[in-house]
């Protein structure tokens, strides 16, 4: 394997724990949409997927748990869900694409690389999966805001609820995801591309030897 191929496996690892990371704190986080009053400027809540905050410049910060869930908004329990299988997509294919990685010498000969090669591309794959799954919901939520935002029906004087930091994170996330997964693949098929021009260069020197031992023996 050569060291372009190499160096895009090494790349595309540490992204993809970068980016699970990153979706990891995207979900735990409740500043996915925030809301400040100009009546008490001193005061802003804060919407999650777990719970709901309060933020006060004096009192610092106090959070309350969902009491239900059946009680909860259609978009909150679709985020949940999507998130948490993003999460659990994402951390199958790490674990599927470590072993494949050129630098663990877990397999030997020739089904041996191909089996790496198989690992690579299914974490890859995984990967690009678990990353539209990041950013479904967080844009989704963020449509919803833009939408509630700009209703022409609710008076300027209503507070409404804007951008929090988590679903920036979320977007970071969910593109570095994409972009770990298209850097396995491509790997992968860089190798493939390097092994072929040599199986063939082998080829024709098994083909010219051939004729020549013939000759010898005859």
């Not at 630098?103 to 690579?120: A, D, F, P, R, Y």
């Not at 609820?161 to 995801?177: I, M, P, S, T, Y």
Request: hydrophobic share 45%; aromatic share 8%.
């Amino acid at each position: 394997m050569d060291a372009c191929a190499c160096a895009l496996e090494m790349l595309g690892i540490f992204v993809y724990v970068g980016a699970w990371l990153c979706t990891l704190a995207t979900t735990i986080m409740p500043q996915w949409l925030t809301m400040s009053t100009e009546l008490l400027a001193i005061e802003s809540y804060e919407l999650g997927l777990w719970e709901t905050c309060v933020v006060q410049e004096v009192g610092g910060m106090e959070c309350r748990s969902y009491d239900s869930l059946l009680g909860l908004s259609y978009d909150i329990k679709l985020a949940r869900i999507l998130m948490c299988i993003s999460l659990a997509i994402g951390l199958l294919g790490i674990l599927v694409a470590i072993p494949g990685l050129y630098l663990v010498n877990s397999c030997k000969g020739q089904e041996g690389h191909q089996t790496k090669k198989i690992l690579t591309t299914m974490g890859g794959v995984l990967g690009i999966l678990a990353g539209v799954l990041c950013l479904v919901p967080v844009s989704y939520v963020a449509h919803l805001a833009v939408l509630q935002f700009f209703d022409e029906t609710v008076p300027e004087v209503v507070p409404r609820w804007e951008f929090g930091d988590a679903l920036f994170c979320g977007w970071v996330g969910g593109f570095l995801l994409i972009v770990s997964g298209l850097l396995l693949v491509s790997s992968c098929l860089c190798s493939l591309t390097n092994h072929q021009p040599a199986l063939r260069r082998y080829q024709v020197r098994s083909t010219d030897i051939s004729p020549r031992k013939r000759s010898e023996y005859v």
